[in-house]
């Protein structure tokens, strides 16, 4: 920070003494070495090198709090005014680090180990085997592929969300009111839209659509018994469900599109559908993108309509790696392999997630 | 009792009630009337017969105040063991269930007079059935059982007996609660690890088989008797095909398989068939090799099980989307509302068949117990053997109480659990849990005395009938029993998805699907380990 920022934040210039100085870094260091050793000597104790007889990891987490107090109360020892204003974040941070990072590093040991729960041995480190079990694991593939239809579908749902967009946005009556009814699914809980369409309205002996089209004249409607027609129901359900969330995102960035900018090209002699296409979905394109991309983070979560209705069926046709890994650690607490299959899938979410964003950076880029 | 049963017989008795109110049976009223108006009169003097009195057939759910008296009631073998006082500074941790209210509910209730006889004190520790098998299961993979004694079901015995966690059985215990009347196949080996007693049985399960008498007889569009065996049950879904069913005037359908998973419990279904073909009567052992544990899953008996549900599918003998059929829609949507003629489940179809608003079949239902197979395979021989062969399948052991290690240590503890343990589980106490609404199935040879149900105000004819397959399935001698060994559903889960492909026609034929499925068997067994495995199977079964 430059010596102007400080004059205007700064209420009193600290004159740190080399003594003060000296007793702040003793207090990271003495109670950041206090940390290891405590922590070293659980590990020992509890990989049975020694016997002191811990019982439980508190020690080491009240060591890391000891620390984390003296690391706080060190800023403002060494730093002064500076390090007041460091502890607006400080402690944020370490509750972060400790609640996100740790956990994240507690489950990279658990990926990399064979932990069933029900064997006798516990947990054990096996390297790679959990890498190569699921390169050769075809229901870890086959929920992969599906996963890259049930994202493409978010093409066809931006389309209609759009639509939706800008109906509610023009002069038609009764407008709040389809605002709020269209609002509706995306108040319900996947878990009952599942129960209500999914298992009661789509049934295929009792449910009133299967009823219907049995009125119609089609012999035996069933919604879920071909692989192509269940994922179709699937994606269906889902975008009824979510569609509203990406049209409101798109209705909201509609209405901040400034009214003249149409009149203008009105003027200049643009057709509805000119000025759409030149006007109104460039300007939509940031919000478009932010919308396509926070759908993607949700169907990537996809996990509860399929559980529910074909439990990744018929023959894994349906199958999410959600719902993969939900079978993987629940029915068969295999704890090691589930936790890799989960991390492994995060990573390639980051990975996707980050070239997307910047792929669609640049091209909204020379839009503008 | 568990409560949809209870229902069930209650609302059974009002109908032939009604029945016998019509016009035709007055003359009849006027001969029985004398004898009806004495049935109580009949009623069995003792204990007993003033426990089913509590608060008496029909007269609405009991409550917290019924259960605490039947307790009090049943505190006599309790007395005869410890002295009043003995167990003062005792507290004890009970973990266990709150489905529907019941299971931890009633043992409060029981366990409240106990309490205050014994001066120990029990700290409840409830938990929704979702939550119950990873909370037990996290509890037993990181080392921190936090309580004495826990309500289990006997499939968990391998993953807590098999790892030292429970506390053997004392003598006393099993004088108390006499373990004898227990039906024969919740006798020893269930409840026992190596040779050591663990177990005090409040429950028992099994697949029963239903079927549409509407749809067998002289004349009948399924035939003129109900199918014995599975090669029959094929036939006559085959036969069915293109008829009307009498009842509904929809298609007709034989035997109804879920053809869809139902988180590991749906591989029972299958086993309902396999069990008529590969539970040898002279082989305790009929899904892996004691000696090596390799599936037997693979094997020609288990192939012929998958073989009749692909045949069926093949030839189009189920309704549309059983592909999408769990055992909860073909129990409840299908069979008990009219689609197809035979089916296997636990006990729920019979009492739900007369009372549920949305069956149609309850004047048209008959039980059996599990169809047999014309011939037998013997995994020893390695050969079919063309005699007739009958397996009831235990699917699930029922519900039983069992004492922690925690306790091992302090003698005077370990006699109040234990004590506390053998009064939910004593032979009185369990007739009336058997009658009223409990969560419980009857499991002792004493609850099927229909005299005493008849005394207590139940109708003896739905008693018989319904109470009659679920005798002869428990004491049957070569009844298929869950093998007890860790992690047994997840080899059940595994079973499930690779069947689920073999359904959808993704394998080339029921060998295949069998193969597919003992390669997943073998990863599990050598996941948690085959040499355990071995050991703790072969304790299972009694070997």
């Known amino acids: ?140 593939w086959n929920a992969l592929r599906n996963m890259v239809w049930y994202t493409l579908a978010i093409i066809v749902e931006y389309a209609i969300a759009f639509g939706l967009a800008l109906l509610l946005n023009a002069e038609i009556k009764a407008r709040k009111f389809f605002r709020v009814a269209f609002l509706l699914p995306l108040m319900l809980s996947p878990v009952a839209v ?72 009105k003027v200049d002699g643009a057709g509805a559908w000119t000025q759409f296409w030149e006007v109104t979905f460039p300007l939509m394109l940031p919000v478009s993108i932010t919308a396509i991309l926070i759908r993607i983070i949700f169907k990537l979560k996809l996990a509860d309509i399929i559980i529910n209705v074909t439990a990744g069926g018929p023959g894994g046709a349906t199958d999410s790696v959600t719902s993969f890994i939900f079978r993987e650690y629940r029915d068969r607490s295999n704890v090691g392999y589930g936790t890799l299959l989960a991390i492994v899938y995060l990573v390639i979410i980051v990975v996707a997630m980050t070239i997307l964003i910047k792929v669609a950076d640049r091209w909204m880029r020379p839009r503008y | 009792m568990k409560v949809e049963h209870y229902n069930a017989v209650v609302r059974a008795q009002m109908n032939r009630r009604r029945l016998l109110q019509g016009a035709a049976s007055v003359g009849a009223m006027a001969a029985v009337g004398g004898l009806a108006t004495m049935r109580p009169a009949h009623a069995q003097a003792g204990l007993r017969a003033e426990i089913l009195k509590i608060p008496g057939v029909g007269t609405g759910s009991p409550t917290d105040a019924d259960w605490q008296k039947v307790g009090e009631l049943c505190l006599g073998p309790t007395k005869e063991r410890v002295a009043e006082g003995e167990f003062e500074g005792v507290e004890l941790t ?81 004088e108390q609660i006499e373990a004898d009347d227990l039906v024969g196949y919740l006798q020893p080996p269930v409840g026992t690890w190596d040779g050591k007693k663990y177990r005090i049985t409040i429950d028992g399960d099994c ?14 569009i399924g035939g003129p008797s109900v199918p014995k065996t599975w090669q029959e049950v094929n036939a006559v879904s085959k036969a069915l095909i293109g008829k009307e069913d009498p009842l509904t005037g929809l298609p007709a359908h034989g035997y109804l398989d879920p053809l869809k998973g139902w988180g590991g419990f749906g591989f029972y279904f299958l086993e309902n068939r396999a069990a008529a073909y590969a539970k040898h009567p002279d082989d305790p052992a009929w899904l892996f090799d004691p000696d090596t544990m390799k599936p037997r899953v693979n094997n020609p008996a288990w192939v ?8 069926l599918i093949e030839a189009g003998a189920y309704p549309a989307d059983q592909i999408n059929a769990d ?22 179809i019979g009492s739900n068949a007369r009372t549920s608003d949305t069956s149609v079949v309850g004047d048209v239902v008959g039980f059996g117990i599990n169809p047999g197979s014309d011939r037998v395979y013997n995994s020893q021989t390695g050969s079919w053997e063309d005699t007739y062969n009958e397996a009831p399948n235990m699917a699930y052991l029922g519900w039983g109480v069992y004492v922690t290690k925690r306790v ?30 409990s969560g419980f199935q009857p499991y002792r040879n004493s609850h099927f005395q229909y005299d005493e149900w008849e005394a207590a105000g139940y109708d003896r004819a739905f008693i018989e009938d319904y109470l009659g397959s679920n005798a002869d399935s428990y004491n049957h001698p070569n009844a298929a029993i869950e093998p007890r060994i860790p992690g047994i559903f997840q080899y059940y889960s595994v079973a499930e998805d690779e069947l689920a492909k073999g359904y959808a026609g993704q394998y080339g034929s029921a060998q295949e699907i069998g193969d597919a499925i003992a390669a997943a068997w073998e990863k599990i067994t050598d996941q948690i380990g085959r040499d355990s495995q071995i050991k703790l199977y072969k304790a299972s079964l009694g070997i």
């Open chain 1, 1 to 140: 920070m430059s010596a102007e920022g400080d004059r205007l934040h700064v209420v009193t210039a600290d004159d740190i003494a080399d003594s003060r100085l000296r007793f702040g870094k003793s207090l990271v260091w003495g109670s950041a070495v206090l940390m290891i050793f405590i922590a070293v000597l659980q590990t020992a104790d509890q990989n049975g090198w020694i016997d002191i007889g811990f019982t439980n990891w508190r020690p080491t987490l009240y060591a890391y709090i000891f620390w984390g107090i003296c690391l706080c109360a060190a800023q403002v020892i060494m730093r002064g005014e500076h390090g007041k204003r460091t502890l607006f974040v400080l402690p944020a941070t370490l509750f972060v680090v400790s609640m996100v990072v740790f956990p994240l590093l507690f489950g990279l040991v658990i990926a990399f180990s064979d932990w069933n729960l029900a064997s006798p041995d516990g947990r054990q480190f096996n390297g790679l085997d959990n890498v190569r079990q699921m390169w050769s694991d075809p229901f870890y």
């Open chain 1, 194 to 265: 599942s129960w209500m369409i999914g298992k009661s309205m789509l049934e295929n002996r009792f449910g009133p659509v299967a009823r219907m089209l049995r009125e119609l004249g089609v012999d035996n409607p069933s919604f879920f018994s071909s692989p192509e027609i269940a994922q179709l129901m699937i994606m269906l359900m889902d975008a009824w469900t979510y569609i509203p969330f990406m049209m409101i995102m798109i209705l909201a960035g509609l209405q901040a599109i400034p009214r003249e900018l149409n009149e203008a090209a």
């Open chain 2, 94 to 174: 009970f973990m266990g269930l709150n489905n529907q209210n019941l299971h931890n509910f009633l043992f409060r209730g029981f366990l409240k007079p106990w309490e205050a006889y014994t001066g120990a004190k029990i700290n409840w520790v409830d938990l929704a059935q979702a939550d119950y098998n990873p909370r037990l299961q996290q509890a037993i993979a990181t080392g921190t059982v936090d309580f004495d004694i826990i309500e289990m079901g006997a499939p968990f015995e391998g993953d807590t007996a098999g790892k030292g966690l429970l506390d053997e059985m004392p003598g006393w215990v099993e």
């Open chain 2, 207 to 220: 697949h029963t088989f239903s079927y549409r008498t509407d749809y067998f007889g002289d004349g009948a």
């Open chain 2, 304 to 311: 012929q099980a998958i073989q009749d549900v692909l045949d």
């Open chain 2, 327 to 348: 055992p909860g829609t073909t129990g409840f949507q299908q069979f008990l509302a009219g689609t197809g003629s035979m089916l296997m489940w636990w006990g729920d």
């Open chain 2, 408 to 437: 091992s240590g302090d003698e005077k503890k370990r006699k109040a659990a234990w004590s506390a343990a053998a009064h939910l589980g004593g032979k009185d106490i369990s007739l009336w849990m058997s009658a009223y609404p």
